[in-house]
């Protein structure tokens, strides 16, 4: 059984029972998940300020490496602008609603629900995956897992539908082959495999104990300055 058709129950979805291709949301903004809309989006240069610290792991520095973050460039390359006229298209890739809903945060978030300026350019931002983050962004809710929930972060790490809203044969380029599993089959997208591609992990050393680990951190800083 294909991922989407496995997905069905547990997201609901009303269907046309035709092709895999009808299993899977439209627009990313279909997943149950992202219809909570109590919450705004702040934009990756937000999540930064905390999330390119060294002690955190740098989960910023990642994404900028990986491929959520030149999505949205992608759409001015050559196979974009070759896959745009097959389509017949009638605006460049990188200016067409039938691309960027993929391709770029921004364009599946309505601009009432953006609390800061973000731009088409910084692609597929954090926010795609973990959520709205305007009110659990603050250091003593992020700490908190249950509170970091209740004001709004996904828990990208168990919920395949955040990936499947644009992981799906909609894709121009989805190749139902490109992942080959331990078994020696194959899908067009799996889960586990997927996430360690893009594994961006707080060291181990440190989960569940920033707040404690970086006031350790300053006050040696502070003793050092001291010293000098
Ligand atoms: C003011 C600092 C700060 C900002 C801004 C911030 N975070 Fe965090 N974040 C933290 C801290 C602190 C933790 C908890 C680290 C620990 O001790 O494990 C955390 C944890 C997380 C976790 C892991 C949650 C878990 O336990 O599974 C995710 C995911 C996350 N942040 C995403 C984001 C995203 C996305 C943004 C931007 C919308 C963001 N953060 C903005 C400080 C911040
Ligand atoms: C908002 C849409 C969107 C969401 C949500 C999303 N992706 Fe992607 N992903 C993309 C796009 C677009 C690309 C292609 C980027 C490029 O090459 O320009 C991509 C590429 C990738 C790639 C590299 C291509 C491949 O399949 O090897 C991986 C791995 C990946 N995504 C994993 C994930 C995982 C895991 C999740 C869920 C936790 C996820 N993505 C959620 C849009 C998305
Ligand atoms: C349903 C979501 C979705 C839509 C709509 C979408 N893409 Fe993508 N795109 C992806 C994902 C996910 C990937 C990663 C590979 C894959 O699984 O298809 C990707 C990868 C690509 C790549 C290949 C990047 C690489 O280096 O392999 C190109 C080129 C591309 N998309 C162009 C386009 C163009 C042009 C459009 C509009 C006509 C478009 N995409 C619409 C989700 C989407
Ligand atoms: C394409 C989806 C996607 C994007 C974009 C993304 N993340 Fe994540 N992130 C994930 C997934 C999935 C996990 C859970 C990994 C797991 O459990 O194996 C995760 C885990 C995390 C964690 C917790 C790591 C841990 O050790 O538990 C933090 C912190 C985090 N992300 C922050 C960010 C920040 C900050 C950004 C943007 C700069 C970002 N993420 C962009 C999908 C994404």
Known sequence: M??????????????????????????????????????????????????????????????????????????????????????????????????????????????????????????VECESCHGPGKDYRKKKIMSDIKDARKNGLWNAGEDEGICIACHNPRSPTFDPERYVLPDGSTAGFAFMEAKEKISHPIPTEVRGKYLELEKIEKEKARAAARAN
């Open 2 to 123: 294909s991922i989407a058709a496995k997905r069905l129950p547990i997201l609901g979805l009303s269907i046309v029972a035709t092709a895999t291709f009808a299993l899977v949301p439209a627009y990313p903004d279909e997943v149950p998940s992202r219809k909570d809309s109590r919450h705004s989006y702040v934009g990756a240069k937000k999540c930064m300020v905390c999330h390119k610290k060294e002690l955190m792991g740098n989960q910023y520095a990642t994404w900028t490496r990986g491929p959520h973050y030149k999505a949205y460039r992608t759409l001015q390359s050559d196979a974009s602008i070759a896959i745009a006229e097959e389509r017949g298209l009638a605006v460049a890739p990188s200016e067409a609603p039938e691309c960027l809903s993929c391709h770029a945060t921004l364009q599946s978030v309505a601009p009432e629900r953006m609390a800061y300026p973000v731009e088409l350019q910084s692609g």
